[in-house]
Each structure stands twice: as structure tokens, then as C-alpha cells.
């Protein structure tokens, strides 16, 4: 669970740069041979991505003063920490890359870039656009905000074993895991067809064989009609209703009718709802009652600021 009070998160909006830095790290961990142009353009996307809008992991700026200097650049003094730093910002699945010298290497230089390039506009005073003056001011108050955000997280105490307790009982929807079950299905187009599939699957035919050849449902054809576990409320009502009805492993339904077309349906599992323990439930308790702390102390910033809403429709 997370909250952010004005910060903004770093890849909501930029999927396609993570799927890239993911495959990358992929192909890295993987041994192979990456162009260094690819590896270079994409982790100079993602800095610049960070740079913009980030909440940077401060350990790897601890004790940076002590940390090796690796180049200089107008007098501006390059750390092992600054890189170890900017990979700490780094989505969970791209940290090796600390330990990856091409990769390091390439992060020094997007830093070296960012500050020229940076240094460059200010010497053409583009800050004082009235535009970017403004971008610039909205960045300062998102970092303010985050550092705040994390400092009031750090100085809340734990909540009471009775406020864990009540939470945990209100809430109860929160950790249960509904019943699911594991089918696969063959689509077709009659009622027709999708009988004479269900005879030879009686006769002994192979499932899997008959969707890969005769399905319509290209979503899952390959992997022999599997559509993995489902609770109730994920499939259309008439799909739902026969799939659940089913008790027994391996049962294959009569055909089904659907709005997709006729549906023979065989059942492959079952798990009943579970519910966690609070003891399982902890950690997640703790993080919601966190949250509702810090925004109820974000409503009392903003009462005790003495806001008014002048114009009617905004109230």
C-alpha cells in the first residue's frame, strides 16, 4: 500500500522505458552481448526519467564525501556513491547493474551529460522562463514533499497490538483469498462442434490437442485452452456458472453458450477461500494503519494552513 502526497511516481508513465531496461537486465544476466549503444540509450533514459521525478534511496549518498572520486568535471567532483546512488533508484530488477563496469560506466557518463546539459541552460538563464521556472519549482516542492512524506513514516510509532487487532477484524476482505479454480476451455463457433469435441474428449482424445486445432480463443490456444486459476467474477456468468458447478478433477462440461461462442470446459482444480492469520497480516496492517496516519496528519497540515476555497464550484 502506498500513498504519495505530491510526488510523482517514477515509471507510471513511462512503461515502455522499464520493459526495456527489463530486458536488457534480462539479456545482461543472461550473458549475452549487448550493443553498448542500446545499453547506453536506455539507461540514459531511465536517469533522465529519474532525474525528473524520483524519491532516491539516500544510502548510497551516506558517507559520499569518503567515497572515491572517479572524475572531475568543472570542478564538479564525480563519486563511486553519485553511481551507487542513481542505482539505487533503479526499479528492483535492474540493481545488478551496480555490479555491471559497462553499465556503471554508462551511468557516469548520463550524470556527466545531465550536469553539462544542465549547467548549459542555466548559462542561457532558461530558468528564468516563467514556463520552466514554474516546472522546475513544481519538482522542488514533489522532493520537499517526499522527504517529508518518508520523515513523518519514520518518526510514527508502531501501532498498538489493539489497533492491529481492529483493523484486522473490519477488514477482513482485505485477506481472504477467494475460491478459485484451474479450467481450460475450447471455443468454438456451434453447438454443433463444440459436441462432437466433447465426445471425442470422452472417446479419450487429448484436450490440449484439440484446442491447439480447433479453438478460437487465440489467447490461450497454445497452452492447451488453460486459462490458469480464477476466482468468481473474472469470466461471463454463463462460463462462470458451469465452470464452478463442476466438483470433480478432470469433469468436462456440457457445451456452454456465451456471447464468444460454445465453450467445452474441463476442470483441472480447486481451492477453497483461505483467510490469513493476523500474524500473516502483520506487516500489511502496520503499512495500512501508517497510511491512515499520514493522512490524517496531511488533513490537519492542510486545516491548520487555513485553507479557503474563494470560488464555489471548487469547494
Known amino acids: 500500500m502506498s500513498m ?35 545499453l547506453a540509450s536506455t539507461i540514459c533514459g531511465l536517469l533522465f526519467i529519474l532525474a525528473s521525478c524520483q524519491q532516491q534511496d539516500e544510502t548510497g549518498l551516506s558517507g559520499a564525501r569518503n567515497s572515491p572520486v572517479i572524475a572531475e568535471l568543472a570542478g564538479r567532483e564525480f ?21 555491471d563496469p559497462k553499465a556503471r560506466t554508462e551511468i557516469l557518463r548520463a550524470m556527466m551529460r545531465r550536469y553539462v546539459l544542465s549547467r548549459k541552460a542555466q548559462d542561457m538563464h532558461l530558468d528564468a522562463d516563467p514556463a520552466v521556472a514554474y516546472r522546475i519549482g513544481r519538482m522542488r516542492e514533489s522532493i520537499l514533499i517526499q522527504a517529508l512524506e518518508q520523515w513523518h513514516l519514520e518518526h510514527l510509532p508502531e501501532p498498538s497490538e489493539g489497533a492491529i487487532e481492529a483493523y484486522y477484524l473490519e477488514h477482513q476482505n482485505e485477506f481472504t483469498t477467494p475460491e478459485q479454480i484451474h479450467a481450460r476451455h475450447i471455443l468454438v463457433s456451434s453447438r454443433k462442434q463444440a459436441g462432437k469435441i466433447r465426445s471425442a474428449l470422452r472417446q479419450g ?24 486459476w480464477f476466482p468468481r467474477g473474472v469470466m461471463v456468468k454463463p462460463f462462470e456458472e458451469a465452470a464452478f458447478a463442476m466438483k470433480k478433477k478432470g469433469a468436462i462440461s456440457k457445451p456452454v453458450k456465451t456471447k464468444f461462442g460454445w465453450h467445452i470446459i474441463q476442470l483441472l482444480g480447486r481451492r477453497s477461500a483461505s483467510l490469513q492469520s493476523r500474524e500473516e497480516a502483520r506487516d500489511h496492517i ?30
Open 205 to 228: 482424445k487429448d484436450f490440449a490437442a484439440l484446442a491447439s486445432a480447433h479453438s478460437r480463443d487465440d489467447s490461450n490456444k497454445s497452452r492447451g485452452g488453460d486459462l490458469n
Open 79 to 99: 563519486r563511486e556513491a553519485d553511481i551507487d546512488a542513481e542505482i539505487a533508484a533503479l526499479p528492483g530488477q535492474l540493481q545488478h547493474l551496480g555490479q
Open 286 to 315: 502496520i503499512g495500512a494503519l501508517h497510511q491512515q496516519s499520514l493522512a490524517a496528519w496531511v488533513e490537519k497540515n492542510m486545516q491548520e494552513a487555513g485553507v479557503r476555497i474563494i470560488k464555489a464550484e471548487y469547494r
Open 4 to 38: 504519495s502526497l505530491g510526488g510523482c511516481r517514477t515509471y507510471g508513465n513511462n512503461p515502455s522505458r522499464l520493459r526495456a531496461g527489463t530486458f536488457i537486465s534480462q539479456r545482461l544476466q543472461e550473458g549475452v552481448q549487448v550493443p553498448i549503444t542500446l
